[in-house]
Nanobody, 114 residues
Framework: QVRLVESGGGLVQAGGSLRLSCTAS????????MRWYRQAPGRQRELVAT???????NYTEDVKGRFTISRNNAWNRMYLQMNGLEPEDTAVYFC????????WGQGTQVTVSS
C-alpha cells in the first residue's frame, strides 16, 4: 500500500535551518506531484510547497526565498530545505500526494524558538 514517511523535524533557533525528508513507497513516485503541508496549533493545515513530476515548483508566499522543495526519484524521496526559520514556521509538517486516493504521512514536528 502507499506509505509516506516524514523525517528531519526538530527544535531550532530562529534563523536556523532544517531539512525535512519524505520517503514514499507503494506508488510510482517519479510521476507523482508531491506536496508539503504544515499545520500550526489552532490553525488550518496549509499548503507550503509543491513539486511536479517535471520538477516544476511552487511555494506559498510566506516561505518564498527561504524554503526549497526538491525530489530524488531514484530514492523515492522528497525534501524541504528550510532556511531562515522563524517562530511562525513552527508546525507539524506533512507530505502529501494523490495516488489512488489522498495520501498523507504522519507528520514531523518543527519547532522554532525565538
Amino acid at each position: 500500500q502507499v506509505r509516506l514517511v516524514e523525517s528531519g523535524g526538530g527544535l531550532v533557533q530562529a534563523g536556523g535551518s532544517l531539512r525535512l525528508s519524505c520517503t514514499a513507497s507503494g506508488m510510482n513516485f517519479k510521476i507523482a506531484t508531491m506536496r508539503w503541508y504544515r499545520q500550526a496549533p489552532g490553525r488550518q493545515r496549509e499548503l507550503v510547497a509543491t513539486i511536479e513530476s517535471n520538477g516544476r515548483t511552487n511555494y506559498t508566499e510566506d516561505v518564498k526565498g527561504r524554503f526549497t522543495i526538491s525530489r530524488n526519484n531514484a530514492w523515492n524521496r522528497m525534501y524541504l530545505q528550510m532556511n531562515g526559520l522563524e517562530p511562525e514556521d513552527t508546525a507539524v509538517y506533512f507530505c502529501q500526494t494523490y495516488w489512488r486516493g489522498d495520501r498523507w504521512g504522519q507528520g514531523t514536528q518543527v519547532t522554532v524558538s525565538s
